[in-house]
């Protein structure tokens, strides 16, 4: 599989160039310079979350004609490959909160607190955001707010899902972070992780108007029956607030984002289509499925091999092979013990279903080079997978069911592991068929 897998991994990394955020950044300077200078601004803050800031600084710094006065950025640990003059830097837990994401949240929160009608705030928002910018709303504590993150990502809920959660139980998200910089000007460099690119949703939508309410986020609670499992400070606050007895999130039409521009620099269907680029000038036939790929991982999997087998049958009528390119983002329902992440249990499903299919590879990845709890990007899998694995002694059905995926791959010597690569746009699979 050497020359595929290398095949491969060349066409993930162009479409993590297509996305790059020092460059998407970079394109907007000379609008934040325009906003700052038409509006008569005296003070610059740049604030950055999520696992591109360090990168999205970075441009901000290069290229930026103005001066930053103050700024923070809160990114994963490991995520900032150096200093960054100007801002201060946290790096923090992700996908659970710790204590660093809060002291460095607490920091812009006060930062914000100090911002006028002449102060420029520009945010750099990238995924990861919802976990590092972290403030518990008035009465849970930190500790609280993991275990509902931890139980909802457990249950298999989506992006979507957890963030109704969790911006609900924040006191910075779903536009609240807006309404703290409010009556500042505002403009959101955004690089999305979330599928149809939601403002609301990106990082939990800090800086836009929140479509979600209080009973939303008891409604899918509920869904997953977590409402006998949550603190109970958390249950009693999501309860007052569908009550109204707490302030609902800002809403579209108050006039705390009149001044606020929300700009979507970057997102997987741009990661895809440059994959894609690249793999017709490779000489692939190509084809983009989707860049909305959801649902479970073991389902998509299922129904990506269907694909894949479909289309080898009929290779025969093509002179050159054939590429199949999707992008999204996947969920999975912890049943086992072991360790794993979404990319490398849909490529083991994958490589189930198309056990004993010669010429079907695939390689599916996060674009951020982390796949769940692990140090992997994904995994690359051939319809010779299962086989070589059960000439090892492993049973691939056994660490499916084990959700142990990264340790199946790390034994039989095909996972993907990048590092950490200054990006977050979901996921993206691969499917070479020759």
């Not at 986020?217 to 499992?229: N, W, Y």
């Not at 579209?252 to 997102?267: Q, R, W, Y």
Request: charged fraction near 20%; proline fraction near 4%; glycine fraction near 12%.
């Amino acid at each position: 599989m050497g020359n595929d897998a290398r095949l491969l991994s060349e066409l993930f990394y162009d479409g993590l160039q297509a996305v790059d955020p020092y460059y998407s950044t970079a394109l907007h300077a000379e609008k934040i310079r325009s906003i700052y200078q038409r509006n008569s601004c005296e003070k610059l803050y740049t604030v950055g979350f999520g696992k591109a800031a360090c990168r999205m600084y970075k441009a901000i710094e290069d290229k930026m004609p103005l001066p930053v006065d103050s700024g923070f950025l809160i990114t994963k640990y490991g995520h900032c490959d150096s200093g960054h003059p100007g801002v201060t830097v946290y790096e923090a837990g992700h996908p659970l909160p710790d204590e660093n994401g809060m002291r460095g949240t607490g920091e812009i929160i006060n930062l914000l607190a100090t911002a006028d009608n002449r102060t420029l705030v520009v945010f750099l928002i990238s995924g990861g955001g919802s976990a590092l910018l972290v403030s518990p709303y008035s009465g849970i504590s930190l500790n609280e707010k993991r275990t509902v993150t931890d139980l909802l990502l457990r249950a298999g809920a989506d992006i979507h899902e957890l963030n109704t959660v969790r911006k609900h139980i924040s006191g910075v998200k779903g536009g609240r972070l807006a309404e703290i910089s409010h009556p500042a000007w505002m403009i959101s460099l955004i690089l999305s992780d979330v599928i149809g690119d939601r403002l609301d949703v990106i990082a939990s939508g800090p800086t836009s108007p929140d479509l979600a309410t209080y009973a939303d986020a008891l409604t899918v609670l509920d869904k997953f029956r977590l409402l006998e499992k949550i603190p109970r400070s958390i249950h009693e606050i999501l309860q007052n607030g569908a009550n109204g007895l707490i302030p609902e999130t800002p809403k579209a039409g108050s006039a705390i984002f009149d001044k606020v521009e929300n700009i979507i620099i970057g997102s997987n269907r741009k990661a895809v289509e440059g994959a894609k680029k690249k793999a017709e000038l490779m000489g692939f036939i190509t084809e983009i499925i989707s860049s909305e790929i959801s649902g479970e991982a073991g389902e998509t999997a299922k129904w990506l091999a269907q694909k894949a087998i479909g289309v080898k049958k009929g290779a025969g009528n093509y002179r050159r092979p054939l590429c199949l390119l999707s992008g999204g983002e996947t969920t999975v329902k912890v049943r086992g013990s072991g360790l794993g992440g979404r990319n490398t249990e849909l490529a083991l499903e994958f490589a189930i279903e198309i056990d004993g299919y010669d010429g079907i590879t695939l390689l599916s990845a996060g674009t951020d080079g982390t796949d769940g709890p692990t140090d992997a990007a994904g995994a690359i899998v051939n319809g010779s997978t299962a086989g070589k694995a059960r000439a090892m002694g492993l049973d691939p059905h056994e660490y499916l069911r084990n959700n142990d995926s990264y340790s199946f791959f790390k034994k039989t010597g095909e996972l993907l592991i990048t590092g950490p690569t200054g990006t977050n746009v979901m996921d993206i699979q691969i499917i070479m068929i020759k």
